[in-house]
């Protein structure tokens, strides 16, 4: 396993910042949440791109993937969604990401699986992947992976396993790793203080069954990224990612093998 950690943990603090933090705890890479306020997004000109790209890049670091925001199974017109998705795609390829993460924003398989389609081949030529999160109306692998078989472009697709939201909406770890699959792409880490309350809590002091999902991940091979999303944007008075850094490391060394 690779480690990486989520800007979404560093409101306001900057990219420099943010390649700082993860440099000092032993990240591989950094997932980047595309927004405004991260001073990472799709309204980037060629020169700010670049920059993005080798400041991560002179610190020996991977961008892991682009956190966007785009619904890929909202209800509503398709072209829209598809643009936004071009967008993220076209600035993943800028900055040498791999993935552009997606929520579902809605629960109509079809809907998803024919936008994942429609962006296809832009994803192919560019060489990036679409990541559709287990979160929101689809929360489970179950759910996420009925937009994936409909859709049915793996070269271009994945899912990101979110470890708290299958979990919280009673899937357990063992059956949303066996929906998955092949799939699987990216892993979230986190832990929270029950399944009704959401709040992030540091690795191993909340509910979310971390020990049991690192031994299937183990059990399955799983080498890919393992991405610290610590959701200080959302509960800005837990404590800084700094504190919570060391136990996602110890995570990913117990079930994934050394790090950097």
């Known amino acids: 396993m690779k480690l990486a950690v989520s800007t979404l943990g560093m409101p306001g603090e900057g990219l420099d910042r943010a390649v700082e933090v993860a440099t000092e705890h032993g990240c591989q890479g950094l997932e980047l949440r595309l927004h405004p306020d991260t001073g990472v997004h799709a309204g980037l000109g060629p020169e700010e791109r670049r920059s993005v790209r080798e400041r ?57 699986a024919r936008r994942l389609k429609a962006v296809s081949g832009a994803a192919r030529d560019l060489g990036v992947r679409v990541l559709v999160e287990t979160h929101d109306a689809l929360a489970t692998g179950a759910g996420v992976a009925r937009v994936l078989d409909e859709a049915a472009c793996p070269e271009t697709t994945g899912v990101i396993w979110d470890l708290l939201h299958p979990w919280r909406h009673g899937e357990p770890p063992a059956e949303t790793l066996r929906a998955l699959g092949p799939w699987l792409a990216y892993v979230q880490v986190k832990d929270a203080v029950s399944a009704e309350d959401t709040t992030p809590v540091p690795m191993g002091t909340g509910s979310v069954p971390l020990e049991e999902c690192g031994e299937l991940l183990r059990g399955a091979g799983y080498e890919g990224w393992v991405s610290l999303e610590w959701e200080r944007t959302w509960y800005p008075h837990v404590a800084p990612v700094e504190e919570i850094l060391p136990g996602a490391a110890a995570w990913v060394r117990r079930f994934g093998g050394a790090l950097r």
């Open 56 to 112: 991560v890049a002179a610190a020996g670091l991977e961008i892991a993937a682009l956190a966007g925001y785009a619904g890929v199974c909202e209800p509503g017109p398709d072209e829209p969604v598809v643009e936004q998705i071009l967008g993220d795609l076209a600035l993943a390829a800028d900055l040498g990401a791999p993935g552009v993460r997606v929520f579902p924003r809605g629960a109509d398989p079809a809907v998803g």
